[in-house]
């Protein structure tokens, strides 16, 4: 495959022209950002489970399905309960363990003096989390450990545990020094940082007793309190309203269960004394109000902002990640977004995800209040969906209404913040994708250049690709090939072209060839993605057939992965026969910058193609140990000269090594053709040197078959 430079790779570090935006990418880059989204993400697979399975008891509870199901119902709706206790319980815990090993791996490395293992981070997290969140009862420890109202807790002691721990585990003053520990090496880095895990665990130890002589008798019960402290003598108002969706909210973007933990709030605004003492405009508030006007696909107006991605969010996984949310979305579970997107502590979300809640309960209280819409007083299931809530709430048509206008509005409100995200993310896949770059062009053996391997960003942004990859290759356009004319001055005409593959992914755009090619040998695809160009470049020259000249030849660039497999040489004889074009029209150019050793099963291989008729092009030569061993071992015709030697100046070394490829060329018997051809003083001091045949940019750029074609046509003579 072909490693030109691309026209279309993306520069290194896009940078975005919105300072804030740019701010707001660094932040969402660093450590503890992204540690907490992998412990987020971490528990996505359960929370997606448990949705489903909430959804399902939710359809099986309207009467025509119980009745449908009969006795079955209750089996359904009790293995349900039993998922849903298994997956959204223990939320708490993963995100503990998650985080407090994301971020011990991320802000380490191979090169620290006191190295720490992530997992040792992870139990000392999950100590410290036990200790300050441990309840009396079981039903307490149901909660300290759920998605709901014990999350705050988890991520609060995940990150300060996590961060004394790692600060005291990386000094000599807290570390063991053990020497003949065992013959596993676990054994005695987990004796080193013994010293920091138990200043850690007594630290959390002491603030549990501390919050207890304090009158709380966990660490959630005390946010709790905190929490509820400021609405002690509120009533049912338009502040109200728009006080209790911001405080929820906040409490969702840290984490916890906003309606859970602001209940005793709302019990205490629709308390008897509290109507009594509220003037007639307080019935705007009641049991179902929040639900029904604020909670559209969950708390944070989710199901506003799945469409908003839907429509303004071009990237695969976040619309699969959309399309995942969807159905629970529309029975008001918000939790695949929440942890997969995620929202918590989002910067780029928070302003939408607090707010929008926020207009949206003043929107329901202003409608209620002037009449437009009957109060919403009716009881209504919390998992009822949008529409159908807010008629059977209010009794009437416009409550439904209400709820339309205010999923319009919430998607327009998210709609800008999506295409924030969007950019950011743009930007961070140009930044991975030059880091792809530069690892694929590495002077590397393929074994080690492994681009799914690579950590970080990078490492993520290859596996996404190399999954659209195995997807394009069963797609009969996503790649294609273009083509970059080779020009014989003496002659004046074309005298060949060489294929050159092209990725325009529908998401991120041009991705450069040699990313296209390492990924496909990363997930062992070389051969398939091989096969693929090959018979495109012979389709494309038996297209041509007598519209150009008879021995025009169209060049291929074949990995050394390829020459290693058997019957590579089989394969190409198959292609050739399969698209009628004559052997002698083929070139098959091997790429020297790779360290190579060539096989002996690979030069029988080319010695068979080659007596067929193929010719065999050494690609990027220059004057190395590895040229010279290749002129010996290959059947060669053709040698390219690399593109680095082309930029000289009059008299310098590269024109003195140039001059003797080209005299060594003509005692082998060998054609040289020069590649990276881009300014026009370049071509007469090749001349000077002996050099013919020529390829690059001052003569054409790669062009699509049809106007290579008439390139070719229009370029008999060259001047």
Avoid at 295 to 314: E, M, P, T, V, Y
Avoid at 645 to 661: K, P, Y
Wanted: with cysteine.
């Amino acid at each position: 495959m072909a490693t030109e430079p691309s026209p279309g790779a993306p520069a290194s570090g896009g940078r975005s022209p919105f300072p804030v935006i740019e701010a707001v990418g660094r932040f969402a880059a660093r450590p503890f950002m992204i540690a907490l989204r992998r412990g987020l993400l971490l528990s996505l697979p359960l929370v997606l489970v448990g949705a489903f399975a909430l959804f399902i008891t939710t359809i099986a509870a309207f009467p025509a399905v119980a009745e449908l199901l009969g006795g079955g119902a209750d089996i359904v709706r009790a293995v349900c309960a039993s998922i849903i206790d298994a997956t959204f319980g223990l939320v708490a815990l993963v995100v503990v363990i998650g985080f407090s090993h994301s971020l011990a791996a991320l802000t380490g490395s191979p090169a620290d003096r006191y190295p720490v293992r992530p997992s040792g981070a992870s139990v000392v997290a999950l100590t410290c989390f036990f200790i300050t969140v441990a309840p009396d009862t079981l039903d307490q420890w149901k909660a300290a450990l759920s998605a709901g109202r014990g999350l705050p807790a988890a991520l609060a002691v995940a990150i300060s545990a996590s961060y004394l721990f790692l600060f005291l585990a990386r000094r000599p003053l807290f570390r063991l020094t053990l020497r003949g520990s065992g013959g596993d090496p676990l054994v005695g880095d987990l004796f080193s940082i013994l010293p920091a895990g138990a200043v850690t665990i007594a630290a959390f130890a002491l603030v549990r007793q501390a919050q207890v002589g304090l009158g709380a008798p966990d660490l959630t019960s005390a946010l709790s309190a905190v929490i509820e402290a400021p609405f002690s003598g509120a009533g049912p108002s338009a502040l109200f309203a728009a006080a209790y969706a911001l405080a929820s909210q906040v409490i969702w973007f840290l984490g916890g269960h906003g309606a859970n933990i602001m209940a005793p709030v709302l019990e205490h605004i629709m308390s008897p004394a509290a109507q009594a003492a509220a003037d007639g405009q307080g019935r705007a508030i009641t049991w179902s109000f929040f639900s029904v006007y604020t909670a559209f696909g969950g708390s944070g107006a989710s199901l506003c902002l799945i469409a908003a991605l839907l429509l303004g969010d071009r990237d695969p996984s976040t619309r699969r990640l959309a399309w995942l949310s969807l159905l629970p979305a529309l029975i008001n579970v918000n939790e695949p977004l929440v942890f997969g997107l995620p929202l918590i502590l989002n910067p780029v979300y928070a302003a939408p995800f607090i707010l929008t809640p926020v207009a949206l309960a003043l929107l329901g209280y202003g409608a209620t209040v002037l009449g437009f819409v009957p109060p919403a007083d009716l009881a209504v299931s919390w998992t009822m969906p949008p529409l159908f809530s807010g008629y059977l709430a209010t009794g009437s048509p416009a409550g439904a209404v209400v709820q339309a206008i205010g999923i319009v509005g919430g998607t327009l409100i998210y709609w800008p913040f999506v295409r924030i995200a969007a950019r950011l993310r743009h930007v961070a896949n140009a930044e991975a994708l030059s880091t792809l770059l530069v690892a694929a062009e590495a002077d590397e053996t393929a074994q080690s250049r492994r681009l799914i391997d690579l950590p970080g960003t990078a490492g993520r942004f290859a596996n996404a690709l190399a999954q659209d990859l195995a997807e394009a290759l069963k797609a009969p356009d996503k790649l294609y090939l273009n083509y970059q004319p080779q020009i014989c001055v003496e002659e004046r005409r074309v005298f060949g072209v060489e294929a050159l593959l092209r990725w325009n992914h529908d998401v991120y755009g041009p991705i450069p060839p040699p990313v296209t090619v390492a990924l496909a040998e990363d997930m062992r695809m070389i051969d398939q993605l091989g096969e693929h160009v090959l018979r495109l470049a012979c389709r494309q020259r038996a297209d041509w057939g007598n519209a150009v000249a008879d021995d025009l030849v169209v060049s291929v660039n074949v990995s050394p992965r390829q020459l290693q497999e058997p019957g590579f040489d089989n394969m190409v004889l198959r292609v050739l026969a399969e698209e009628g074009l004559e052997p002698r029209l083929l070139e098959l150019e091997i790429t020297e910058s790779t360290s190579l050793a060539p096989a002996l099963q690979a030069v029988e291989a080319l010695q068979r193609l080659r007596e067929v008729g193929i010719r065999i092009a050494l690609d990027d030569f220059g004057m190395g140990h590895t040229s010279l061993r290749y002129l010996r071992e290959l059947p060669l015709d053709t040698l390219k000269i690399d593109r680095s030697l082309t930029f000289s100046s009059h008299g310098d070394l590269n024109e003195h090594v140039i001059r003797s490829i080209v005299a060594l060329s003509r005692t082998l018997g060998l054609t040289p053709v020069v590649e990276g051809i881009e300014q026009p003083e370049q071509l007469p001091r090749f001349v000077d040197l002996g050099c013919a045949r020529f390829q690059g940019y001052l003569f054409s750029q790669p062009l699509a078959g049809g106007p290579c074609l008439d390139y070719i046509r229009a370029n008999t003579r060259v001047s």
